[in-house]
């Protein structure tokens, strides 16, 4: 990343975050179980909706690796953000360090709604910094996502294996949490996906006109 973008990043109104009157709407899920697709469903959807945003994660991960679109820096600059605030939520998983940038703050302030996907693990810093969140927990049978993840080829012996047993790990629980089984057909997934944004959405505008 270039140093502009990375000051833009740190820069861009860092604002407090909590009661803001947009909403976080976090998904979540284990490798495999169609979250990327649900999202592009979502966001193909939803492209005239001033707002509500999809955010792009931050990556250590080349741009030309595959998979989502990201914005790509390298592990010593993702350090340097991190440090520097640059990151409203930020994890490690399977070897990558991956950031929602602090851009998305001011974005949240002015109403708009947020769609991201992160990791289980951040939940609770999430509902902590952000004060109301809304979780959309993508599931799929065992046997379903042993499957998917055999076909599409990155994980293979112990990788797989383990990304299976994480996948058995407990599912988020609360009443923000919204859980989404992508077991069957696809169609019928991102349309319960898109119903549940929508839902939030609605949600979040009774209560801030209450």
């Known amino acids: ?72 820096v390298s592990a010593p600059a993702f350090r340097t953000l991190a440090a520097e605030g640059g990151f409203a939520l930020h994890w490690e998983a399977h070897g990558l360090s991956y950031g929602l940038p602090i851009t998305i703050n001011p974005a949240l302030s002015n109403g708009q709604h947020i769609v991201a996907n992160v990791s289980r693990t951040v939940l609770d810093d999430a509902r902590a910094r952000f004060g109301k969140v809304a979780v959309l927990s993508v599931v799929a049978d065992p ?34 949490v919204i859980e989404i089984d992508n077991s069957g057909a696809f169609s019928d997934s991102a349309d319960i996906f898109i119903g549940a944004i929508e839902e939030v959405c609605r949600s979040r505008a009774g209560s801030a006109a209450g």
């Open 1 to 72: 990343m270039c140093g502009a973008a990375a000051s833009a990043l740190r820069n861009d109104g860092m604002v407090q975050a909590a009661r803001l009157p947009g909403c976080l709407i976090l998904v979540v899920g284990p490798s495999g179980v169609g979250k990327d697709s649900l999202l592009d469903a979502a966001r193909g959807h939803f492209e005239n909706r001033a707002d509500l945003l999809f955010t792009r994660r931050v990556i250590t991960r080349p741009a030309d690796a595959g998979g989502e679109t990201h914005i790509p």
């Open 143 to 176: 046997a379903v996502l042993a499957e998917r993840l055999r076909k599409r080829g990155r994980e293979a012996g112990i990788d797989l294996e383990s990304r299976l047993a994480r996948a058995h790990l407990s599912r988020p629980a609360g009443a923000d």
